[in-house]
């Protein structure tokens, strides 16, 4: 039976509280065991250990550098294929002669005793080739290095390796030739009249190669055409050529191409860079060469001393007078309407007016040092007197002609 005295006892222990504590059965989870109903203690949530959170974030990581490595990868293999595509498609368009800009005529000359190399530098000039390498190296594997014949062959370049080989082996033309001299001071009309009588070309056909031609120089490109009379006036170098004269056309764009490589040999890398060093452009440095070449041809040494007094009248703070150069031999250019006339065109003339020689070239280019003259006369077995002023120049004159040698044009 139910005591209340007994049940209260059960609080004797724990005065302090005035009433129980209670639960809800809510508050926790519980099991059922043998001695009826056990409370489990409250634990919190299971995780993960820290390195073992740290395995899996370095994993993904991982995994993220995998993945952009992946793509990173893809992208330059197909760049490099597209790179290799390309490269093929070149090279093949190169050896088979196809692609854009085909269908130009060439005319190639080919010298006895050339090697292929440059054979091949003479094809990449007249646009025959695009990579004087490939054709080396063609000719070298197939075996036909040193088969080519000399002589002068005009395709077009549609050709590939293959064709131009087997022409070149089998084709060669031994064409006719005549030996020209080019002398110094020799003008344009001058040069026509010697191909001509020489049978090289035509006056005609000779023009027209000068305006139509391919001449792959750099010097060709800074000729302002619109300036002066003829364009390769001065460019074509004076020297003794075997020039061919088969055809009168072919041969007249031949010869000038000729002409023109010897200019450029002439012009080597110190020479140019020389030319750099004085401000000057290499058009107006052949301009001067053709006025020392007028004034100074029959007497070399004297040469850069003459290029030094013109360079003076038109650089030196010293020179008081008008900046020309008053050379005497200008007055006769036929041409240009009194602009190649140095007494009334102030500075250089618009251009060449004779075709210089290598001494009047190197005398432009490098004038003599610290040479102060304004005036120069020469007596009449070319000696030359240098003055500074313009009365010492006139004294130097009248005392020439007190002793019978001042020069008389006859």
């Not at 893809?74 to 490099?80: K, P, Y």
Request: hydrophobic share 35%; proline share 4%; aromatic share 10%.
């Amino acid at each position: 039976m139910y005591d209340e005295n007994k049940n209260e006892n059960l609080f004797e222990g724990n005065s302090e509280k005035s009433q129980p504590e209670t639960f809800s059965i809510d508050d926790f989870d519980y099991l059922l065991g043998e001695n009826g109903f056990v409370v489990p203690e409250e634990q919190d949530e299971p995780q993960e250990p820290p390195a073992k959170r740290k395995s899996g974030v370095n994993k993904r990581i991982n995994s993220a550098k995998k993945g952009v490595k992946t793509v990173i990868w893809i992208a330059v293999i197909f760049a490099v294929s597209i790179l290799l595509a390309i490269t093929i498609l070149l090279l093949a368009s190169e050896f088979l002669g196809i692609g854009i800009n085909r269908g130009k005529q060439c005319v190639i000359e080919i010298e006895k005793g050339m090697s292929t190399a440059q054979i091949a530098s003479e094809l990449k000039e007249q646009d025959a080739i695009s990579s004087k390498l490939l054709f080396r190296l063609y000719s070298k594997l197939s075996g036909k290095d040193g088969t080519y014949q000399y002589g002068v062959y005009t395709f077009k370049n549609e050709l590939g390796y293959g064709d131009i080989a087997k022409m070149l082996q089998t084709e060669g033309a031994v064409a006719e030739s005549v030996r020209v001299t080019i002398p110094e001071q020799a003008s344009m009309d001058d040069i026509m009249k010697l191909l001509e009588e020489s049978g090289v070309c035509t006056k005609s056909d000779f023009r027209n190669a000068v305006k139509n031609g391919t001449y792959d120089f750099d010097f060709v490109k800074e000729i302002p055409v619109s300036e002066v009379h003829y364009k390769f006036e001065g460019y074509l170098f004076p020297d003794t050529y075997e020039f061919y004269c088969y055809d009168s056309a072919e041969c007249a764009e031949l010869a000038i191409r000729k002409m023109l490589q010897n200019l450029d040999n002439k012009l080597t890398a110190e020479v140019r860079k020389q030319i750099e060093n004085s401000g000057y452009t290499i058009h107006e440095v052949l301009t001067m060469a053709s006025v020392v070449e007028l004034e100074a041809s029959a007497s070399k040494a004297e040469m850069p001393k003459v290029a030094a007094v013109f360079y003076n009248r038109l650089e030196s703070p010293d020179w008081k007078g008008p900046r020309r150069l008053e050379s005497d031999p200008t007055m006769k250019y036929p041409y240009g309407n009194d602009r190649y006339n140095t007494y009334k065109t102030e500075g250089l003339p618009p251009g060449p007016l004779c075709a210089p020689s290598e001494s009047a070239i190197l005398a432009a280019a490098s004038p003599e040092e610290s040479f102060t003259a304004t005036y120069f006369v020469t007596d009449n077995k070319m000696n030359f007197y240098y003055n500074n002023s313009l009365s010492a120049h006139q004294k130097t004159i009248n005392n020439l002609k007190a002793q019978g040698k001042w020069y008389v044009e006859n």
